[in-house]
């Protein structure tokens, strides 16, 4: 027979089957087989937690919120992000991020057990019972209804009827909705598969939307970018928000992070964590949100050169500066005090003296003060205090005295606490100003919540900034987010403070001092 011949093209493609499925059978055959002499033999599949060992990753899904992962000015960072970048240290592996969409990307990627852990910003839900591990990871979180301040106010769900909320795709809120259906039928809403809650929030602001529903956390971290929008009322208790895990996974991975968060919440890592990302976050009100935003579209123009070149000069965010000078006297040049404080930067005549000041009123030469006063206060806080708290602790220096801040130290140490963290100081800066606490003091009465005021101020005017503004670029690269300082510097460019130059910067006047979150 002919090799091109019909029946022996047949016979052969029926011989390549056959021997085909000859192969997959004895495959089955012989994985059947080693599956039964490892068994025997005491041997099994590596657990979860050992494949991540020896691939040396951990695969993780997230999505982009300010809440969770974000790039910043020194790469990405976000309260999720860091919780589990300390997670793959602990476990001496690399951790590989991949971005999602939204969390309905996050969720179908977990299900099909293609990444170990899901950062989504959820809480556990009934419905993620058979598809879904849950592990909280220290943060509480509400469903709050939100609206635009042109709309009726609502109260309670009943108030709703007939209205429409919006929401992103797979959250926490849209699952509160199916479960209060029943009692709720007259409740109507719309998902929003291709927003997140910044873009909920956006269309509120413009007033596209009347109402919708966000999470507390992510309505802290945005609130003051959309001053239209005014709170509602919570849907249910608050929850805690939690990582996701494969169904289908064994618990050896789940287990290792769940003795990872028991250590850090035991060592307070979460604490300062959360302290950190959420702990000056108390809202700017409408009308200090909208001045605000205002001055910066209005009156840092004027004024942003100066502050960039300044920060340069002295190795500084810039941003940082600019939260500074806004917190001193809102950008305004002319700024005047009774007590005698003045100027963009609000200097006292000594310490302008001390800085070579000659004119607090020029806000070329104001600016150039607050840095580099600002500097060589940054540079006295001792070296062992890890940033950002090393910021915190200069701008309290800045506004209340080095000496007042050490007083307020030596209480917290005193009373078992960290010294060298600011959320632990800061409880303690406040008892300055009452008698049982000040008369043991080496310096004695401060206002000492005028200082808390301040750096959470400041704080969140820079957050704003740093998501509007770009940095510096020449600004040096550092493990600081706010101020460059070289490695292994004593602070000595400008001098040694001395105890009566530290306290030059005193109290600030009570019409700038006590200036609240809300301006």
């Known amino acids: 027979m002919h090799p091109d011949d019909p029946a022996v093209t047949e016979n052969r493609d029926l011989r390549r089957i056959l021997t085909a499925r000859y192969l997959a059978t ?21 657990s979860t937690l050992q494949e991540i060992r020896n691939e040396g990753v951990l695969h993780v899904i997230t999505r982009v919120a300010p809440s969770i992962y974000y790039e910043g000015r020194d790469g990405p960072t976000g309260y999720d992000f860091e919780l589990a970048k300390l997670f793959a240290e ?24 293609f990444a170990h852990i899901g950062l989504a910003g959820l809480s556990a839900q009934p419905l993620f019972e058979n598809h879904y591990k849950t592990l909280p990871t220290g943060i509480e979180a509400q469903s709050i209804v939100v609206y635009n301040r042109d709309a009726e106010r609502p109260e309670a769900l009943g108030d709703l009827a007939g209205e429409t909320l919006h929401l992103v ?29 910044a873009g909920v929030l956006d269309r509120v602001e413009s007033g596209e939307l009347s109402y919708a529903i966000v999470s507390s956390n992510e309505l802290e971290l945005n609130h003051v970018f959309f001053p239209q929008v005014k709170q509602g009322f919570a849907l249910g208790d ?30 307070g890592t979460i604490a300062q964590l959360s302290e950190r990302f959420y702990g000056h976050l108390d809202h700017l009100n409408y009308v200090g949100a909208r001045t605000f935003m205002h001055h910066v579209e209005n009156r840092l123009p004027d004024y942003e050169t100066l502050f960039r070149d300044n920060a340069s000069i002295f190795s500084m965010d810039w941003r940082l500066l600019a939260a500074i ?138 957050d704003v900034l740093a998501r509007m ?33 530290a306290d030059m910067r005193a109290s600030l006047p009570p019409e700038l001092g006590m200036i609240p979150p809300t301006l």
């Not at 004895?26 to 590596?46: D, M, R, W």
Request: glycine share 8%; charged share 25%; aromatic share 10%.
């Open 90 to 113: 602990e476990l001496g592996v690399e951790l590989r991020l991949r971005v999602a969409e939204d969390n309905t990307e996050v969720l179908s990627v977990l299900s099909k057990d």
């Open 238 to 267: 608050a929850k805690e928000l939690a990582w996701l895990f494969p169904a289908n996974q064994d618990d050896s991975l789940i287990s290792a992070a769940k003795a990872f968060i028991e250590k850090m919440q035991a060592d």
């Open 325 to 462: 000078g806004y917190q001193e006297s809102h950008w305004r040049p002319n700024a005047v005090s009774p007590t005698g404080v003045r100027g963009l930067m609000m200097l006292t005549r000594n310490t302008a003296n001390y800085i070579g000041i000659n004119n607090r009123l020029d806000a070329e030469e104001s600016i150039q003060g607050g840095a580099k006063y600002f500097r060589m206060v940054h540079e006295r806080i001792p070296e062992r205090i890890a940033e950002p708290d090393r910021t915190w602790f200069a701008l309290a220096s800045y506004n209340v005295g080095y000496g007042h801040l050490e007083d307020a130290r030596r209480l917290t140490e005193g009373a078992g606490k960290n010294p060298d963290r600011w959320m632990d100081v800061k409880e303690f800066l406040p008892l300055l100003a009452q008698k049982e606490w000040y008369k043991k003091t080496r310096f004695g009465y401060a206002r000492g919540h005028e200082p808390v005021l301040y750096v959470q101020n400041i704080r969140r005017y820079y």
């Open 26 to 46: 004895a495959n089955k055959y012989l994985i059947a087989c080693t599956f039964a002499l490892l068994t025997l033999s005491g041997c099994s599949q590596p």
């Open 169 to 197: 795709s797979d959250s926490n809120h849209e699952y509160q909705l199916q479960a209060l259906a029943d009692a709720a039928p007259d409740i109507h809403w719309q998902v929003h598969p291709g927003l997140d809650a």
């Open 469 to 501: 503004m770009k940095p510096t670029e020449d600004t040096p690269a550092t493990d600081s987010p706010y101020v460059g300082l070289e490695q292994g510097s004593e602070g000595r460019a400008f001098g040694q403070l001395s105890e009566e130059g």
